[in-house]
Protein backbone atom coordinates (compact mmCIF):
# COMPACT_ATOMS: atom_id res chain seq x y z
CA UNK A 1 0.00 0.00 0.00
CA UNK A 2 1.36 3.52 -0.89
CA UNK A 3 0.39 6.56 1.36
CA UNK A 4 1.83 9.79 0.28
CA UNK A 5 0.77 13.31 0.90
CA UNK A 6 1.62 16.67 -0.77
CA UNK A 7 4.44 17.53 1.19
CA UNK A 8 5.49 14.64 3.60
CA UNK A 9 7.67 11.50 2.62
CA UNK A 10 5.86 8.32 1.21
CA UNK A 11 6.18 6.32 4.67
CA UNK A 12 3.93 9.70 6.19
CA UNK A 13 1.19 8.44 8.54
CA UNK A 14 -2.48 8.75 6.45
CA UNK A 15 -3.31 12.32 6.38
CA UNK A 16 -3.68 12.73 2.91
CA UNK A 17 -5.02 9.70 1.01
CA UNK A 18 -4.07 6.54 -0.33
CA UNK A 19 -4.00 4.54 -3.42
CA UNK A 20 -3.26 1.13 -3.11
CA UNK A 21 -1.03 -0.65 -5.84
CA UNK A 22 -3.75 -2.51 -7.03
CA UNK A 23 -5.91 -0.05 -7.92
CA UNK A 24 -2.84 2.22 -9.39
CA UNK A 25 -2.01 -0.53 -11.76
CA UNK A 26 -5.32 0.17 -12.82
CA UNK A 27 -5.05 4.16 -13.09
CA UNK A 28 -2.49 3.86 -15.31
CA UNK A 29 -3.57 0.67 -17.57
CA UNK A 30 -6.83 3.19 -17.88
CA UNK A 31 -4.62 6.51 -18.42
CA UNK A 32 -2.64 4.94 -21.14
CA UNK A 33 -6.00 3.83 -22.85
CA UNK A 34 -7.65 7.58 -22.62
CA UNK A 35 -4.13 9.02 -23.63
CA UNK A 36 -3.78 11.41 -20.51
CA UNK A 37 -0.08 12.40 -20.07
CA UNK A 38 1.15 11.42 -16.53
CA UNK A 39 2.90 14.19 -16.47
CA UNK A 40 0.33 16.75 -17.31
CA UNK A 41 -2.50 14.83 -16.35
CA UNK A 42 -4.26 13.09 -13.49
CA UNK A 43 -6.90 11.19 -12.05
CA UNK A 44 -9.45 13.34 -10.56
CA UNK A 45 -10.94 12.13 -7.32
CA UNK A 46 -14.03 14.56 -5.42
CA UNK A 47 -17.33 14.41 -4.06
CA UNK A 48 -20.42 15.08 -5.88
CA UNK A 49 -23.40 16.65 -3.87
CA UNK A 50 -26.65 15.83 -4.28
CA UNK A 51 -27.95 11.81 -4.90
CA UNK A 52 -29.68 9.34 -2.68
CA UNK A 53 -27.48 9.87 0.76
CA UNK A 54 -26.93 13.52 -0.03
CA UNK A 55 -22.98 12.98 -1.12
CA UNK A 56 -21.34 10.82 -3.75
CA UNK A 57 -18.18 10.07 -4.92
CA UNK A 58 -16.63 10.79 -8.08
CA UNK A 59 -13.63 9.47 -9.96
CA UNK A 60 -12.32 10.93 -13.55
CA UNK A 61 -9.33 11.97 -15.51
CA UNK A 62 -8.03 15.41 -16.09
CA UNK A 63 -5.58 16.34 -18.57
CA UNK A 64 -4.62 19.14 -15.77
CA UNK A 65 -4.98 20.30 -12.49
CA UNK A 66 -6.69 23.39 -11.48
CA UNK A 67 -5.74 26.10 -9.42
CA UNK A 68 -5.97 25.25 -6.02
CA UNK A 69 -6.13 21.50 -6.47
CA UNK A 70 -3.91 19.25 -4.13
CA UNK A 71 -1.95 17.43 -5.64
CA UNK A 72 -0.69 13.53 -4.68
CA UNK A 73 1.70 11.78 -6.71
CA UNK A 74 2.02 8.01 -6.71
CA UNK A 75 5.27 7.01 -8.11
CA UNK A 76 4.58 8.04 -11.82
CA UNK A 77 0.38 8.90 -10.78
CA UNK A 78 -0.74 12.04 -10.20
CA UNK A 79 -4.26 12.39 -7.77
CA UNK A 80 -6.02 15.83 -7.77
CA UNK A 81 -8.12 16.74 -4.85
CA UNK A 82 -10.19 19.94 -4.87
CA UNK A 83 -10.05 21.84 -1.68
CA UNK A 84 -13.80 21.27 -0.42
CA UNK A 85 -13.56 17.65 -1.54
CA UNK A 86 -10.62 17.14 0.58
CA UNK A 87 -12.40 17.74 3.51
CA UNK A 88 -14.29 14.36 2.99
CA UNK A 89 -11.73 12.21 1.33
CA UNK A 90 -8.58 13.33 4.00
CA UNK A 91 -7.95 9.29 5.40
CA UNK A 92 -9.61 7.57 2.81
CA UNK A 93 -8.06 4.71 0.62
CA UNK A 94 -8.80 4.34 -3.16
CA UNK A 95 -8.83 0.34 -3.65
CA UNK A 96 -9.52 -1.42 -7.10
CA UNK A 97 -11.58 -4.82 -6.34
CA UNK A 98 -12.14 -7.74 -8.37
CA UNK A 99 -14.78 -10.36 -7.40
CA UNK A 100 -17.06 -12.53 -9.45
CA UNK A 101 -19.82 -10.11 -8.12
CA UNK A 102 -17.87 -6.92 -9.49
CA UNK A 103 -14.95 -5.12 -10.48
CA UNK A 104 -14.03 -1.47 -10.17
CA UNK A 105 -12.58 0.89 -7.57
CA UNK A 106 -13.39 0.99 -3.73
CA UNK A 107 -13.45 3.78 -1.47
CA UNK A 108 -12.77 3.20 1.90
CA UNK A 109 -13.50 6.47 3.74
CA UNK A 110 -13.43 7.06 7.53
CA UNK A 111 -15.09 10.59 7.51
CA UNK A 112 -18.79 8.77 5.78
CA UNK A 113 -21.10 8.27 8.57
CA UNK A 114 -23.31 5.96 6.30
CA UNK A 115 -22.73 4.49 2.94
CA UNK A 116 -25.33 3.65 0.37
CA UNK A 117 -26.07 0.19 -0.79
CA UNK A 118 -24.31 1.50 -4.42
CA UNK A 119 -21.07 1.95 -3.38
CA UNK A 120 -20.62 5.37 -4.49
CA UNK A 121 -23.26 7.15 -2.09
CA UNK A 122 -22.29 8.50 1.75
CA UNK A 123 -23.71 10.84 4.23
CA UNK A 124 -20.79 13.68 5.61
CA UNK B 1 -49.78 58.92 0.06
CA UNK B 2 -53.18 57.77 -1.57
CA UNK B 3 -54.21 54.26 0.13
CA UNK B 4 -53.42 52.55 -3.55
CA UNK B 5 -50.16 53.79 -4.09
CA UNK B 6 -47.20 51.38 -2.82
CA UNK B 7 -44.26 52.26 -0.21
CA UNK B 8 -41.05 52.81 -1.45
CA UNK B 9 -39.86 49.96 0.39
CA UNK B 10 -38.65 46.26 -0.04
CA UNK B 11 -41.80 44.72 2.98
CA UNK B 12 -45.00 44.44 1.35
CA UNK B 13 -47.63 46.72 3.45
CA UNK B 14 -50.11 44.58 5.48
CA UNK B 15 -53.28 46.05 4.02
CA UNK B 16 -54.56 48.57 1.67
CA UNK B 17 -57.27 49.68 4.78
CA UNK B 18 -59.95 46.83 3.84
CA UNK B 19 -58.38 43.19 3.73
CA UNK B 20 -61.95 41.83 3.24
CA UNK B 21 -62.34 44.76 -0.03
CA UNK B 22 -58.66 43.36 -1.19
CA UNK B 23 -59.65 39.72 -0.79
CA UNK B 24 -62.88 40.11 -2.99
CA UNK B 25 -61.19 42.03 -5.49
CA UNK B 26 -58.38 38.77 -5.58
CA UNK B 27 -61.28 36.70 -6.16
CA UNK B 28 -63.67 38.22 -7.95
CA UNK B 29 -61.44 40.99 -10.17
CA UNK B 30 -58.37 41.30 -10.05
CA UNK B 31 -55.63 42.07 -7.24
CA UNK B 32 -52.15 42.82 -7.67
CA UNK B 33 -49.74 42.48 -4.69
CA UNK B 34 -46.13 43.51 -3.94
CA UNK B 35 -43.48 40.30 -3.53
CA UNK B 36 -40.81 42.14 -3.22
CA UNK B 37 -40.38 40.53 0.37
CA UNK B 38 -39.36 36.86 -1.11
CA UNK B 39 -36.36 36.04 -1.95
CA UNK B 40 -34.25 34.90 -5.13
CA UNK B 41 -31.12 33.60 -5.68
CA UNK B 42 -29.24 32.88 -9.03
CA UNK B 43 -27.20 29.48 -9.66
CA UNK B 44 -24.19 30.17 -12.22
CA UNK B 45 -21.30 27.29 -13.34
CA UNK B 46 -21.40 24.88 -15.72
CA UNK B 47 -22.64 21.85 -13.46
CA UNK B 48 -25.67 23.63 -12.40
CA UNK B 49 -28.45 22.01 -13.77
CA UNK B 50 -27.03 18.35 -12.78
CA UNK B 51 -26.49 19.36 -9.11
CA UNK B 52 -29.57 21.07 -8.69
CA UNK B 53 -31.21 17.81 -10.42
CA UNK B 54 -29.23 16.17 -7.61
CA UNK B 55 -30.83 18.31 -4.81
CA UNK B 56 -34.34 18.88 -5.26
CA UNK B 57 -37.20 16.88 -5.19
CA UNK B 58 -38.68 17.94 -9.20
CA UNK B 59 -37.17 17.53 -12.51
CA UNK B 60 -34.44 20.34 -13.24
CA UNK B 61 -32.50 17.33 -15.78
CA UNK B 62 -35.66 18.07 -18.23
CA UNK B 63 -36.74 22.00 -17.17
CA UNK B 64 -36.22 23.81 -20.63
CA UNK B 65 -35.49 26.95 -20.41
CA UNK B 66 -37.96 29.65 -19.45
CA UNK B 67 -39.72 27.23 -17.48
CA UNK B 68 -40.20 26.56 -13.60
CA UNK B 69 -40.97 24.32 -10.86
CA UNK B 70 -42.28 24.18 -7.29
CA UNK B 71 -40.17 21.77 -5.56
CA UNK B 72 -38.87 20.56 -1.93
CA UNK B 73 -35.68 20.29 -0.73
CA UNK B 74 -35.01 17.11 1.85
CA UNK B 75 -32.59 16.33 4.07
CA UNK B 76 -31.10 12.28 3.21
CA UNK B 77 -33.89 11.07 5.99
CA UNK B 78 -36.78 12.67 3.35
CA UNK B 79 -37.23 15.55 6.14
CA UNK B 80 -38.77 18.25 4.26
CA UNK B 81 -36.33 21.30 4.23
CA UNK B 82 -37.77 23.70 2.43
CA UNK B 83 -39.83 24.63 -0.73
CA UNK B 84 -38.57 26.67 -3.59
CA UNK B 85 -39.29 27.51 -7.66
CA UNK B 86 -36.50 26.50 -9.74
CA UNK B 87 -36.42 28.38 -13.34
CA UNK B 88 -34.32 27.44 -15.90
CA UNK B 89 -33.67 31.47 -16.98
CA UNK B 90 -31.18 29.65 -19.92
CA UNK B 91 -27.66 31.29 -18.72
CA UNK B 92 -28.46 30.55 -15.08
CA UNK B 93 -31.30 28.74 -12.49
CA UNK B 94 -33.26 31.25 -10.58
CA UNK B 95 -34.38 30.24 -7.29
CA UNK B 96 -37.27 31.80 -5.91
CA UNK B 97 -38.43 31.41 -2.12
CA UNK B 98 -39.78 32.94 1.22
CA UNK B 99 -37.29 34.99 2.32
CA UNK B 100 -37.08 33.57 5.82
CA UNK B 101 -35.85 30.29 4.09
CA UNK B 102 -33.16 32.23 2.49
CA UNK B 103 -30.49 31.71 4.67
CA UNK B 104 -31.58 28.09 5.50
CA UNK B 105 -31.45 26.84 2.13
CA UNK B 106 -28.40 28.74 0.94
CA UNK B 107 -26.47 26.91 3.78
CA UNK B 108 -28.02 23.85 2.72
CA UNK B 109 -26.47 24.59 -0.65
CA UNK B 110 -23.16 25.69 0.40
CA UNK B 111 -22.91 22.16 2.26
CA UNK B 112 -24.12 20.11 -0.75
CA UNK B 113 -21.62 22.20 -3.43
CA UNK B 114 -18.52 20.52 -3.25
CA UNK B 115 -16.47 19.66 -6.13
CA UNK B 116 -19.28 20.89 -8.72
CA UNK B 117 -19.12 24.17 -10.61
CA UNK B 118 -21.93 25.85 -8.91
CA UNK B 119 -21.77 29.69 -7.82
CA UNK B 120 -24.87 30.86 -5.40
CA UNK B 121 -25.36 34.72 -5.33
CA UNK B 122 -28.32 36.39 -3.67
CA UNK B 123 -30.06 38.63 -5.92
CA UNK B 124 -33.52 39.09 -4.24
CA UNK B 125 -32.43 43.29 -4.74
CA UNK B 126 -31.93 43.20 -8.42
CA UNK B 127 -35.79 42.12 -8.99
CA UNK B 128 -39.28 43.70 -8.19
CA UNK B 129 -41.83 41.28 -8.61
CA UNK B 130 -45.78 41.92 -8.64
CA UNK B 131 -48.14 38.91 -8.12
CA UNK B 132 -51.45 39.66 -10.21
CA UNK B 133 -54.19 37.40 -9.61
CA UNK B 134 -58.08 36.72 -10.15
CA UNK B 135 -60.51 36.05 -12.90
CA UNK B 136 -59.93 39.29 -14.61
CA UNK B 137 -56.21 39.31 -14.62
CA UNK B 138 -55.57 39.15 -17.93
CA UNK B 139 -57.91 41.99 -19.08
CA UNK B 140 -55.67 44.04 -16.86
CA UNK B 141 -52.98 42.97 -18.17
CA UNK B 142 -53.73 43.74 -21.49
CA UNK B 143 -55.41 47.14 -20.53
CA UNK B 144 -51.95 47.99 -18.86
CA UNK B 145 -50.70 47.67 -22.68
CA UNK B 146 -48.88 44.24 -21.86
CA UNK B 147 -49.29 41.73 -24.27
CA UNK B 148 -49.87 38.18 -22.85
CA UNK B 149 -48.94 35.30 -24.72
CA UNK B 150 -50.61 31.77 -23.78
CA UNK B 151 -48.21 29.95 -21.18
CA UNK B 152 -48.22 26.92 -19.50
CA UNK B 153 -47.88 27.28 -15.41
CA UNK B 154 -44.59 28.68 -14.82
CA UNK B 155 -43.67 29.52 -17.71
CA UNK B 156 -41.89 32.81 -18.69
CA UNK B 157 -42.11 35.11 -21.46
CA UNK B 158 -40.34 38.27 -22.09
CA UNK B 159 -42.52 41.63 -22.21
CA UNK B 160 -41.98 44.93 -22.28
CA UNK B 161 -44.34 47.23 -19.50
CA UNK B 162 -44.07 50.91 -20.29
CA UNK B 163 -40.83 50.47 -22.30
CA UNK B 164 -38.87 48.66 -19.51
CA UNK B 165 -38.51 45.13 -20.03
CA UNK B 166 -39.90 42.68 -17.91
CA UNK B 167 -40.18 38.38 -17.35
CA UNK B 168 -43.64 37.50 -16.96
CA UNK B 169 -44.64 34.61 -15.48
CA UNK B 170 -48.01 32.58 -15.56
CA UNK B 171 -49.22 31.22 -12.12
CA UNK B 172 -50.11 27.93 -10.87
CA UNK B 173 -52.47 28.87 -8.30
CA UNK B 174 -54.79 25.99 -8.56
CA UNK B 175 -58.00 28.35 -7.90
CA UNK B 176 -57.59 30.93 -10.32
CA UNK B 177 -55.99 32.79 -13.17
CA UNK B 178 -52.61 34.30 -11.75
CA UNK B 179 -49.26 35.83 -12.85
CA UNK B 180 -45.80 37.23 -11.90
CA UNK B 181 -44.11 40.41 -13.87
CA UNK B 182 -40.62 40.17 -12.86
CA UNK B 183 -38.53 43.70 -13.57
CA UNK B 184 -36.16 46.09 -12.42
CA UNK B 185 -36.53 47.53 -9.26
CA UNK B 186 -37.05 50.95 -10.40
CA UNK B 187 -40.09 50.68 -12.90
CA UNK B 188 -41.80 48.90 -9.72
CA UNK B 189 -43.77 51.89 -8.99
CA UNK B 190 -44.52 53.28 -12.23
CA UNK B 191 -45.75 49.65 -12.88
CA UNK B 192 -48.06 49.31 -10.37
CA UNK B 193 -49.62 52.68 -10.73
CA UNK B 194 -50.82 51.86 -14.73
CA UNK B 195 -52.42 47.95 -13.14
CA UNK B 196 -54.16 50.12 -10.65
CA UNK B 197 -55.39 52.62 -13.43
CA UNK B 198 -56.17 49.65 -15.89
CA UNK B 199 -58.18 48.27 -12.43
CA UNK B 200 -56.29 46.22 -10.50
CA UNK B 201 -57.05 46.20 -7.12
CA UNK B 202 -53.99 46.16 -4.40
CA UNK B 203 -54.15 43.69 -2.20
CA UNK B 204 -51.60 43.66 1.00
CA UNK B 205 -49.80 40.56 2.20
CA UNK B 206 -53.37 40.26 4.86
CA UNK B 207 -55.28 39.59 1.76
CA UNK B 208 -52.33 37.32 -0.35
CA UNK B 209 -52.69 35.01 3.30
CA UNK B 210 -56.22 34.96 2.74
CA UNK B 211 -56.18 33.98 -0.55
CA UNK B 212 -53.54 31.23 -0.13
CA UNK B 213 -55.75 29.56 2.25
CA UNK B 214 -58.62 29.48 0.05
CA UNK B 215 -56.75 28.45 -2.57
CA UNK B 216 -55.46 25.42 -0.67
CA UNK B 217 -51.96 26.29 -0.83
CA UNK B 218 -49.66 25.11 1.83
CA UNK B 219 -47.32 27.53 3.30
CA UNK B 220 -43.60 26.54 4.83
CA UNK B 221 -42.96 26.83 8.39
CA UNK B 222 -47.10 26.60 8.87
CA UNK B 223 -48.45 23.34 7.38
CA UNK B 224 -45.34 21.59 6.01
CA UNK B 225 -42.98 21.26 8.86
CA UNK B 226 -39.71 19.11 8.68
CA UNK B 227 -42.10 16.04 10.50
CA UNK B 228 -44.64 15.89 7.59
CA UNK B 229 -43.45 13.22 4.90
CA UNK B 230 -43.46 14.67 1.00
CA UNK B 231 -46.05 12.60 0.57
CA UNK B 232 -48.72 13.41 3.18
CA UNK B 233 -48.35 17.40 1.63
CA UNK B 234 -50.62 16.44 -1.59
CA UNK B 235 -48.30 18.33 -3.48
CA UNK B 236 -47.41 15.98 -6.62
CA UNK B 237 -46.25 19.33 -8.07
CA UNK B 238 -42.92 18.89 -6.10
CA UNK B 239 -42.25 15.33 -6.89
CA UNK B 240 -41.14 13.82 -9.76
CA UNK B 241 -40.55 9.88 -10.01
CA UNK B 242 -38.47 9.50 -13.05
CA UNK B 243 -35.80 12.58 -13.18
CA UNK B 244 -32.96 10.04 -11.03
CA UNK B 245 -31.48 10.47 -7.75
CA UNK B 246 -31.86 13.11 -5.29
CA UNK B 247 -31.33 13.70 -1.80
CA UNK B 248 -33.84 12.42 0.13
CA UNK B 249 -35.09 10.09 -2.56
CA UNK B 250 -34.63 6.76 -1.16
CA UNK B 251 -37.47 7.53 1.52
CA UNK B 252 -40.03 9.11 -1.13
CA UNK B 253 -39.20 5.84 -3.50
CA UNK B 254 -40.04 3.40 -0.10
CA UNK B 255 -42.92 5.84 0.36
CA UNK B 256 -44.12 5.41 -3.04
CA UNK B 257 -43.52 1.68 -3.22
CA UNK B 258 -45.60 0.88 0.07
CA UNK B 259 -48.35 2.44 -2.07
CA UNK B 260 -49.44 5.20 0.82
CA UNK B 261 -49.04 7.94 3.65
CA UNK B 262 -51.77 7.76 6.26
CA UNK B 263 -52.20 11.48 6.82
CA UNK B 264 -53.03 13.52 4.11
CA UNK B 265 -52.79 17.53 4.07
CA UNK B 266 -56.96 18.80 3.44
CA UNK B 267 -59.05 21.85 4.02
CA UNK B 268 -61.53 22.16 6.27
CA UNK B 269 -65.20 23.84 7.10
CA UNK B 270 -65.46 25.13 10.52
CA UNK B 271 -68.55 25.94 12.55
CA UNK B 272 -68.46 26.96 15.87
CA UNK B 273 -65.55 28.14 18.50
CA UNK B 274 -62.58 28.69 15.81
CA UNK B 275 -59.53 26.40 16.29
CA UNK B 276 -55.78 27.64 16.48
CA UNK B 277 -53.05 26.89 14.25
CA UNK B 278 -52.10 23.34 16.51
CA UNK B 279 -55.36 22.78 17.74
CA UNK B 280 -56.19 18.61 16.99
CA UNK B 281 -58.88 17.09 14.83
CA UNK B 282 -60.93 13.73 16.69
CA UNK B 283 -63.21 11.41 15.59
CA UNK B 284 -65.32 9.13 17.70
CA UNK B 285 -63.16 10.32 20.61
CA UNK B 286 -59.69 9.65 18.95
CA UNK B 287 -57.08 12.20 17.45
CA UNK B 288 -57.27 12.15 13.78
CA UNK B 289 -55.69 15.09 12.46
CA UNK B 290 -53.96 18.50 13.02
CA UNK B 291 -55.33 22.15 11.99
CA UNK B 292 -52.62 24.23 10.55
CA UNK B 293 -54.27 27.26 9.38
CA UNK B 294 -57.17 28.85 9.44
CA UNK B 295 -58.96 32.13 8.30
CA UNK B 296 -62.62 33.44 8.20
CA UNK B 297 -63.25 34.82 4.79
CA UNK B 298 -66.39 36.36 2.97
CA UNK B 299 -68.53 33.78 0.43
CA UNK B 300 -71.41 34.15 -1.86
CA UNK B 301 -72.83 32.25 1.38
CA UNK B 302 -72.27 34.74 4.15
CA UNK B 303 -69.01 34.62 6.43
CA UNK B 304 -67.22 31.15 6.23
CA UNK B 305 -64.73 29.50 9.00
CA UNK B 306 -61.91 27.57 6.89
CA UNK B 307 -58.80 25.65 7.95
CA UNK B 308 -55.95 23.78 6.43
CA UNK B 309 -54.27 20.66 8.05
CA UNK B 310 -53.49 16.80 8.19
CA UNK B 311 -56.10 14.25 8.59
CA UNK B 312 -56.23 10.14 8.69
CA UNK B 313 -56.96 9.20 5.17
CA UNK B 314 -59.09 6.60 6.48
CA UNK B 315 -61.66 9.65 7.74
CA UNK B 316 -60.44 12.05 5.48
CA UNK B 317 -62.96 11.90 2.41
CA UNK B 318 -64.95 15.33 2.04
CA UNK B 319 -68.07 15.54 3.80
CA UNK B 320 -66.66 13.96 7.17
CA UNK B 321 -67.82 15.60 10.14
CA UNK B 322 -65.39 16.06 13.28
CA UNK B 323 -64.22 17.94 16.25
CA UNK B 324 -61.93 20.46 16.82
CA UNK B 325 -61.65 21.94 20.13
CA UNK B 326 -66.01 23.08 20.85
CA UNK B 327 -66.65 23.56 17.39
CA UNK B 328 -67.04 21.22 14.43
CA UNK B 329 -65.05 20.65 10.98
CA UNK B 330 -66.36 18.93 8.06
CA UNK B 331 -63.60 17.55 5.65
CA UNK B 332 -63.49 19.93 2.30
CA UNK B 333 -61.40 19.12 -0.83
CA UNK B 334 -58.92 22.00 -2.13
CA UNK B 335 -59.23 24.68 -3.20
CA UNK B 336 -62.73 25.91 -1.21
CA UNK B 337 -64.42 26.48 -4.78
CA UNK B 338 -66.88 28.44 -2.85
CA UNK B 339 -65.09 31.27 -2.77
CA UNK B 340 -64.02 31.75 -6.32
CA UNK B 341 -66.31 32.35 -9.58
CA UNK B 342 -66.69 29.91 -12.07
Redesign the interface.
Known amino acids: MTAVTEDAPKTAPAKGIQVTEKALARIRTAMAKENISPQQGGL?L??????????SY?IRFDTQPRERDRIFQFDDVRVFV?P??FI?LHGMTLDYQETLMQQGFVFTNPNAS?S?GCGT?F?G | MSPTTVQERAVPVADFGDVRAEFAGLTSACGIYDLRGRARLKLTGEDRIR?M???VTNNIRDLAPGHGVYAFVL??QGQIQGDLFVYNCGDFLLVDTESSQSSRLREFFD??????DVEVADVSSEWAVIGVAGPKSLAVLQAAGISVPALAPRQLARVNVSGAEATLVQGDNPALSSYEIWLAPGPFASLWESLVHAGAIPAGTSAVELLRIASGVPRYGQDIRERDLPQETEQARALHFQKG???G??IVERIRSRGNVHRKFTGFLLQGEMPVAGAKLQAEGKDVGEITSVASLPSGEGEKAIALGYIRREVGTPGKGLHVGKGQATVAALPFAEFFQH
Open positions: RGVQGGGCSGLNDKSYKCSS | WNGVNPHYIIMDCYIQE
